[in-house]
């Protein structure tokens, strides 16, 4: 018998995961689709997952940069100093 949630209606125990994990494919899916990202989702899932609080646009957590060119600037990255 499941418990009644606050509306009053049954709930399975444990079901509010499910809805998370199942809303957050589909968020992941549709904007992999619309914005023809080539990563696959649960690598575009683990991005987004890491940087949800970043007010960075979709398309550019994804490009390709080398960061080992002396050109690239990354304003926000932190230089570890070995010495």
């Known amino acids: 018998m499941g ?3 606050a509306g009053g209606h049954g709930v399975l125990p444990g079901a509010g995961k499910y809805w998370s994990a199942l809303c957050a494919y589909l968020l992941v899916a549709i904007a992999k689709r619309q914005k023809h990202l080539d990563p696959s989702k649960y690598e575009v899932l683990q991005v987004v997952s890491v940087s949800s609080l970043e007010q ?9 940069l080398d960061t080992r060119d002396p050109g690239v600037d990354i304003p926000k990255q932190l230089e570890i100093n070995y010495s």
């Open 56 to 64: 960075i646009p979709l398309n550019e957590l994804f490009v390709k």
């Open 3 to 5: 418990r009644k949630g």
